[in-house]
């Protein structure tokens, strides 16, 4: 196993801990992949982060930074779709 997929499952397992003292800072990336700073949105950690990303802020790249206190848990870039039609 890759370490790109040992990260995503970790952030998996993170996702699925529902912990709300973990704060993520969301920034989008421009055309060529980077960060946009300042930060778009500060939440807490929670299961539907993903679905609550793609309905506040749509479709698209984002960079994913997660901290607990000060320590960082997460950094990553995810793409977010739109669901698949049922």
Do not use: C
Request: aromatic share 12%; glycine share 10%.
């Amino acid at each position: 196993m890759d370490s790109e997929t040992r990260k995503w499952e970790r952030f998996f397992r993170i996702l699925e801990q529902d912990d709300w003292e973990q704060t993520v800072y969301i920034y989008r990336l421009d055309s060529s992949g980077r960060k946009i700073t300042p930060f778009l949105a500060k939440w807490g950690m929670h299961a539907g982060l993903l679905d609550s990303l793609r309905d506040e802020f749509g479709t698209g790249e984002y960079h994913l930074m997660i901290r607990q206190g000060k320590t960082m848990v997460f950094t990553g870039t995810i793409g977010v779709q739109r669901p698949l039609n049922r």
